[in-house]
Nanobody, 122 residues
Framework: QVQLVESGGGLVQAGGSLRLSCTAS????????VAWYRQPAGNERELVAV???????DYQDSVKGRFTISRNNAMTTVYLQMNSLEPKDTAVYYC????????????????WGQGTQVTVSS
């Protein structure tokens, strides 16, 4: 089975930092663009940041200058470094890989993780 697993969420005070990780597993041969989304309670999911297979990145305006998306060399893990966190950042954060190629399981398109909760207290 190919899956994405998010980790690193938790409770943090306003102004603090968290580093989220999104790790792909399942005999991974390659992975395309990976995006971080978040879904505040009672709201819809929104794009936060995206990183391409080539390493280029883009961010939602509300997190520019505070969040940084990055990846390891194999792009099996993508990170979201979140600094200067604010209560408005509270949400479940999800990662999504546009394309995952697995030696064992073939191609996956639009693969989502299960999410990790980020709560920022005032």
């Amino acid at each position: 089975q190919v899956q994405l697993v998010e980790s690193g969420g938790g409770l943090v005070q306003a102004g603090g930092s968290l580093r989220l990780s999104c790790t792909a597993s399942g005999s991974i041969l390659g992975i395309g663009s990976v995006a971080w989304y978040r879904q505040p309670a009672g709201n819809e999911r929104e794009l936060v940041a995206v990183i391409s297979s080539g390493g280029s990145s883009d961010y939602q305006d509300s997190v520019k200058g505070r969040f940084t998306i990055s990846r390891n060399n194999a792009m099996t893990t993508v990170y979201l470094q979140m600094n200067s966190l604010e209560p408005k950042d509270t949400a479940v954060y999800y990662c999504k890989a546009d394309l995952v190629k697995s030696e064992r399981y073939g191609y996956y398109y639009g693969l989502w993780g299960q999410g990790t909760q980020v709560t920022v207290s005032s």
